[in-house]
């Protein structure tokens, strides 16, 4: 399996605990339910939700007078997250026999996803597994879900760590006779469900009864029992999900749904409605299907599953490995030392290895072998290898869909932009205007700016943590829009610096003279030191600075220089404070560009804040032909 991809900085990714709270509650009827099993009142349980999210830049609740109903983003991050949390159990629990070799079973599902009976046993069904067979991995996907949404366990499942031969089980709804070897694992009876206080024991006999979307089987055996007994024409069909059933009871008190109750669970703002059990009596039998290979396996867990569904108790999750563990970890693991390790996540090498000892303590032995010349992995660090980087790939990536989602869902837009110079300079001045513009024409859509060094923008919009960001030079593995060129720059000095009455100023001018910079953080004199660099000109600087804004400190109490637009500073240059002297724009020129993901369709809102931002820093006709292209 490929290693992890070394970030630039340390990070604190989607901590599993936090996780686990929004697993327990999404399950629960009332949040005061899960906040007594998990031991904390449910204000500090609806603070903590709150705080995942702002982690995930996602709406995931609605919040009611009666409570919290679950948003499809909800459901989304269940099916995800589960996936993610199990990973951590079998990681911490499994303890395969020596040279076992890992063995992968894949359950396909043919079933509309709900949170409730079948997928609480799926999972309890999952971690049961785990102690009586450790070299068992198991994955899962639900029908009519996107690939990227499923429970495939991607690098771990890659040839180089499975065998060959491996399970596969199918879970699903009959709708006549069962197939040979098909094994019947639940009766699921049909209900009929109103909005709270509806008459439904008066009415539902002659009311007209909506069937949601669901799977083809099951639909075409209740219309056929519907047109055997008689009830045909009452039944209307509606194109949404059983999962937005809260919200469809809601906006539309009058319906009456008739569903197998499977999907009608105690959960999360489900609560609040009336059922009935339907008459004339139906059932829809979900059976259970396995392959030859792998055949101990899959009988097992077969068995297991018609257990679970028949109790339908909760999953319950208690990771014990954090995330920053994880991190620190894969990048041992990378690196081949704690100290290289360090260097990579930008914190002291006691940092790491206090955070690697507490994960041998977790796992009940040590995950490295350190020595004099670094650190190699224990066996059972070589066995959890392939978990630990599966799950940190997974958190990034739920982290990058999430701001997508919210891109396409909620039209919350984050902006990354270099530093601001000052607050009368032309680019804050431009990026201003962008954002006022659709503010007023947009005023529902959630847009958040930050600013940051030109490498951690690009490293953001990698990650996902921001949709779009203005930069200066830029790396190849982001999608870019030209916005034109930087400003004209300058060299900014204090009054006592001798520029010998010269307007303008070349680049070996300018080298000679006692420059702040920032060349490891700023775009400006990055730009500014690769021209340099072009010309083979000797540049020392007197010193190095992370901010425009202690350059320009310094510059006024010293007889110093920086590299800045004149607009920047355009109010001390008026008052005589500093000095500009322009640098001859032939020998240094910059290009602004408006990068992000290229991994993913941006959304209606993110494309038309880039139209306004082509607009604005490159107004004419090509604007629609950039964003475009």
Not at 71 to 79: D, K
Not at 253 to 260: E, G, K, N, T, Y
Not at 332 to 337: D, E, K, L, P
Not at 569 to 584: K, S, T
Request: glycine share 8%; hydrophobic share 45%.
């Amino acid at each position: 399996m490929a290693g992890p991809m070394l970030p630039l900085m340390d990070k604190v990714g989607l901590e599993l605990s936090l996780l686990s709270k929004f697993a327990l509650a999404c399950q629960s009827p009332r949040l005061s339910d899960a906040a007594e099993l998990l031991g904390q009142t449910p204000a500090a349980l609806s603070i903590a939700l709150h705080g995942l999210e702002g982690k995930l830049g996602l709406k995931l609740f609605t919040r009611r007078a009666g409570g919290l109903d679950l948003l499809p983003s909800a459901f989304w991050l269940f099916r995800v997250g589960s996936n993610l949390l199990y990973l951590e159990q079998h990681a911490r629990q499994a303890r395969p026999a020596s040279g076992a070799r890992p063995v992968r079973l894949s359950v396909a599902l043919d079933l509309n996803f709900a949170i409730g009976r079948v997928s609480k046993a799926l999972l309890r069904t999952c971690q049961d597994l785990i102690e009586p067979f450790p070299e068992l991995v198991i994955d899962w996907h639900f029908s009519g879900l996107d690939d990227d949404d499923a429970g495939d366990l991607k690098g771990f499942a890659a040839p180089e760590t499975l065998p060959d031969e491996h399970g596969h089980v199918s879970i699903f709804y009959g709708d006549g006779p069962p197939r040979p070897g098909a094994i019947a694992l639940y009766e699921d009876p049909w209900i009929v469900v109103g909005s709270r206080g509806s008459p439904l024991r008066e009415t539902y006999g002659r009311d007209q009864l909506s069937l949601l979307r669901m799977r083809r089987e099951i639909t075409s055996a209740i219309t056929v029992f519907a047109e055997d007994n008689g009830f045909a024409g009452r039944l209307q069909y509606r194109d949404e999900e059983p999962a937005q059933l809260a919200g469809i009871l809601q906006e539309f008190p009058h319906l009456r749904l008739l569903m197998p109750a499977n999907l009608l669970p105690r959960r999360l703002g489900l609560t609040r409605h009336e059922e009935l059990p339907f008459e004339p009596r139906f059932t829809s039998t979900m059976y259970g299907e396995a392959s030859a290979a792998a055949e101990r396996y899959s009988t097992a867990f077969l068995m297991r599953l018609r257990e679970n569904l028949a109790d339908g108790q909760n999953v319950v999750f208690s990771p014990r490995l954090t995330t920053r563990q994880i991190h620190y970890f894969n990048l041992v693991a990378h690196t081949g030392s704690i100290s290289a390790a360090a260097r990579v996540a930008n914190t002291a090498q006691s940092a790491v290895s206090k955070h690697i000892s507490q994960m041998d303590a977790i796992m009940g032995a040590a995950v490295l072998r350190r020595t004099e010349e670094g650190a190699t992995l224990s066996a059972l660090g070589e066995m959890l290898r392939p978990f630990a980087a599966n799950i940190e790939d997974r958190q990034d990536w739920i982290i990058r869909k999430a701001h997508d989602i919210a891109a396409h869902s909620e039209a919350r837009v984050t902006i990354g932009t270099l530093p601001s110079s000052g607050h009368d300079s032309a680019l804050t001045e431009k990026i201003a205007h962008v954002v006022t513009r659709i503010h007023r024409r947009h005023p529902d859509w959630q847009l958040q700016v930050v600013e940051n060094s030109n490498a951690v923008l690009h490293e953001r919009v990698r990650s996902g943590e921001l949709n779009l960001a203005v930069v200066g030079m830029v790396n190849t593995q982001v999608a870019r829009i030209r916005l034109g060129p930087t400003e004209p720059l300058s060299v900014i000095g204090n009054p006592a610096i001798n520029f010998g009455g010269r307007k303008v100023l070349g680049l070996a001018d300018v080298v000679s003279l006692p420059l702040v910079l920032g060349r490891h953080h700023l775009s400006i004199h990055q730009n500014f030191a690769e021209a340099a660099r072009e010309r083979s000109l000797r540049l020392q600087p007197v010193v190095e600075v992370g901010s425009l804004a202690l350059a320009i400190a310094m510059v006024r109490q010293a007889p110093l220089c920086t590299i800045l637009p004149a607009s920047s500073v355009r109010q001390d240059i008026e008052a005589g404070n500093l000095l500009a002297v322009p640098i001859r724009q032939d020998e240094l020129s910059g290009a602004l560009s408006l990068i992000f993901s290229a991994e993913r369709e941006l959304s209606e809102a993110e494309r038309i804040i880039v139209q306004e931002f082509v607009r604005v820093f490159r107004p004419g006709p090509q604007t629609e032909a950039a964003v475009a292209s």
